[in-house]
């Protein structure tokens, strides 16, 4: 069992105690990030003469062929080592002698995994970005083709007025960009070397913080000692942030789920991304949709994980904190996961553009603007609503749209209706005329994607 406190003691500890207590084979992913903050602390360290530069050098090559043996299967991290930190420690000792026995000079393990769990993190955000970018792209190219795909818009899950595909996807990417901006928020709150905190009240060292923070491209190191190694807010705030991004991706698989269902047909699922079943020949199923949806849950659970696990430890580090690793590895590998499923399975989906039409013709997503139609004849718009109401519920009736009836039978219900009520109420129409920013017509809806597509640009 290799560890880095056993001074103090003279008894071994319990086995099963050493096996809950260590954290290695969750950390073990803080490899290449510890590796990188070492090597940060032994440069700061040799500038400020603490060590030689042959001894700093030595620590750098040490740990760059520990790590490049690792990567090639040459090194195994075992169960024998409590954390990453130990194994590293050990092995740098092992390799270069004295020299590894600096390294620790002038740091905590608590700044240390301060340090790992920020970089980490950070790596993280910057992925998240990425991927988001890459789902706002394929959904302002969908945009951009579906201009005129029209189809039923809904409230309450009823049928309500017409919009287009181009409307309906711009609303998820509006949804998209928010996440985009969080994780630049985040970044920007969360880009702050802990390193050289110690273990909660600084080090008698000269050590020189600005020059390690410049070194690991942070912003600065952070300015309270005790606040550096209890801080895990950015973490949470992360996890909020993962979890609305998965909200969305789950509102969005319960679109496509319907979408998908025979009653709707609206999509099909490229095969890469359905699965059948074991015993019905016919199925083709959404499970990732599913899976992404159902997901969603996990994730909130992890952000509830850290919460309350930090809601009642006092200053400053305490072991509860170790908690914080595999939380939110969950979370963040399970929403980067749905991100590059989701936006592969959307590139290839398939939208059938007649039985999305249909379906908001035959759904009286034109009821408004026959209403509105009347209205402009002089008609009063309660008076127009009752109406249409009752057209409508003729028309439920018969199984047809409004749009099937001749014009002698709509003059059964008003005086008022003449020719033009067919242009009025046709989808195209119905589109066009509402010529307000961030609503359905083509106009408007080519300015969005004109304003998409800056921020794109500004964002690659």
Known sequence: ??????????????ELAWSFNASITFDKRFLEVDVRGSKAHATMLAKQGVITEEEKDKICRGLDG?????????????????????FLEANLIERIGDAGKKVHTGRSRNDQVALDMRLYARDEVIRTKGLLLEMLKTLNGI???????YMPGFTHLQKA????????VGAYFEMFKRDFLRMEDIYERMNYCPLGAGALAGTTYPLDREYTANLLD????????????SDRDYLIEFMSALSTVMMHLSRFSEEIIIWNSNEYRFVEIDDAYSTGSSIMPQKKNPDIAELVRGKTGRVYGDLMSLLTTMKGIPLAYNKDMQEDKEAFFDASDNTLNCLTLFTDMLRTLKFNKENMAKSAMMGFTNATDAADYLVNKGMPFRDAHSVIGRLVLYCIDEKCAIDDLELSKLKEFSELFEEDIYEAISLETCVNKRLTIGAPSPVKMSEVISLNEAFLTSKA
């Open 1 to 14: 069992m290799a560890q880095l406190w056993g001074g103090r003691f003279t008894g071994s500890i319990n």
């Open 143 to 149: 945009m951009k083709e579906n201009l005129k795909t």
């Open 161 to 168: 007025q017409p919009v287009t595909l181009a409307h309906h």
């Open 66 to 86: 520990i790590y490049r043996d690792v990567q090639e299967g040459n090194l195994l991290i075992t169960d024998k080592y409590e954390d990453i930190h130990s």
């Open 218 to 229: 942070f912003y600065g190191p952070t300015l309270n000692s005790m606040d550096s190694v």
